[in-house]
């Protein structure tokens, strides 16, 4: 077979291969933890603390409500129990209810705006818990899909590898020197010849060129020096 076909071939494959790695290289950039399910944990955590610094404010207002309900009990027992029987005793302690009912009507006010807090903070936590499971099962969906497609391209790279091992040892290892240097320097060492033109770099090849290269030579283009390939 015509060296500058088989180096043709050669760089078919090594594109090819180049093209899976890049594909590889991505799809490896990929796997791993996802953002937005690490935030929605976090955002879940949150939550769940503040739900329970508001419970925790929810139980202290209803002992605080419990603590005074029984004051207020004791104080009015003695109140209009009969035993007190100075005006100026029982103003007093008429005045303590009245105090102690005050400060009851805002502890109640108070608590419940924590227990409509409470409630804010469990719908929100739910619809957390919700959208975190959704984004995992998302994420677990995807985490599957690149780890396929990893192994697929990991085989692809490896097959691509073995027929460029097997078509190098076909070819005579000056050319296949030839070929590494120009690849080293250019990107691509063979350029297709079409219409008399290197597509390599554009420039109308000299005839005498072309018939070189038409038979079994070696041809590099005398302007860009890459290798011609006629197809
Ligand atoms: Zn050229």
């Known amino acids: 077979m015509n060296v500058a076909r088989q180096l043709y071939q050669l760089q078919e494959l090594d594109l090819e291969i180049e093209s899976d790695q890049r594909a590889l290289g991505q799809v490896t950039g990929q796997l791993g933890e996802s953002q937005a399910v690490l935030r929605a944990k976090a955002q879940l955590d949150s939550e769940q603390q503040r739900l329970e610094e508001l ?14 309900t029984t004051r207020i009990a004791t104080a009015e027992e003695s109140l209009f129990g009969g035993r007190i029987k100075n005006p100026k005793e029982l103003a007093s302690l008429q005045h303590e209810v009245e105090t102690f009912k005050t400060r009851r009507d805002g502890l109640e006010e108070k608590a419940l705006e924590v227990i409509d807090q409470v409630e804010q903070a469990e719908a929100s936590l739910a619809e957390i818990k919700s959208r975190l499971e959704g984004l995992t099962a ?20 490896a097959e691509l590898k073995q027929k460029r091992q097997l078509l190098s040892e076909q070819i005579e290892p000056q050319a296949v ?22 597509r390599g770099c554009r420039i109308s090849l000299p005839t005498t060129d072309l018939q070189r290269a038409r038979g079994s030579n070696l041809v590099q283009c005398s302007s860009c020096g890459r290798i011609l390939f006629l197809p």
């Open 55 to 68: 419970k925790h404010q929810q139980h202290t207002a209803e002992w605080e409500i419990d603590d005074i």
């Open 177 to 198: 020197e030839l070929y590494q240097a120009l690849k080293k320097g250019k990107g691509r060492a063979v350029a297709r010849v079409e219409q008399g033109i290197c």
């Open 138 to 157: 998302d994420w677990q969906r995807q985490q599957k899909q690149l780890a396929e497609e990893q192994a697929r391209l990991e085989a692809a790279i």
